[in-house]
């Protein structure tokens, strides 16, 4: 109850936005935090794109989170629940949104890296890399997507919740 106290300011056409804003904050910190803890996560996101030592840390720990909350806001703001659409319609609809937009944006970042900074043929054959590159941009779209339902799912309830309490005090 206090959270919809806490939105209740709110324009109802962005309450959307805001909501999956709320919900995909904890997963934007635990990423970053599990981007700046010595793990191999930043190493795979570095296959997607490498920036450098220091700016590829801060791109996939700081950007990306901000860049992934900014997606989830349009994504939200541009729900529409309508009456005879299901609860799962609409989630699926706000996951689909936000995954399609996730892709765009790691695809890009992809395919701008091996541009700028090429291929490297050194150690590894090309074809090992390129494979490896794709199987780490499936990887977290596959993870981004679980994670994009789970935001969806509890955006569209405290919505639910939001227009059923407002129905009630009008």
């Known amino acids: 109850m206090a959270k919809i106290v806490l939105l209740g300011s709110i324009k109802m056409e962005n309450i959307g936005g805001c909501y999956a804003v709320l919900f995909g904050l904890p997963f934007s910190l635990l990423l970053s935090y599990a981007i700046f803890k010595p793990t191999l996560l930043l190493d795979v996101f570095q296959e997607i794109a490498d920036f450098g ?10 950007i990306y989170p901000i860049l992934y909350l900014i997606i989830l806001f349009i994504s939200g703001r541009n729900i529409t629940l309508i009456a005879n659409k299901s609860t799962f319609q609409i989630i699926s609809k706000l996951s689909f949104s936000s995954t399609i937009k996730i892709i765009a ?26 494979v490896f590159s794709l199987i780490a941009l499936l990887s977290i779209i596959f993870i981004s997507t679980i994670i994009n339902f789970i935001v969806s799912f509890f955006t569209v309830k405290a919505i639910r919740i939001k227009f059923q309490n407002k129905q009630n005090t009008n």
Request: proline share 3%; no cysteine; glycine share 6%.
């Open 53 to 62: 030592l220091q700016v590829t840390s801060l791109f996939w720990g700081i």
């Open 105 to 130: 944006v790691l695809f890009f970042l992809f395919v701008v890296d091996k541009i700028i900074n090429g291929i490297s043929t050194s150690v590894i054959p090309i074809t090992s890399l390129i």
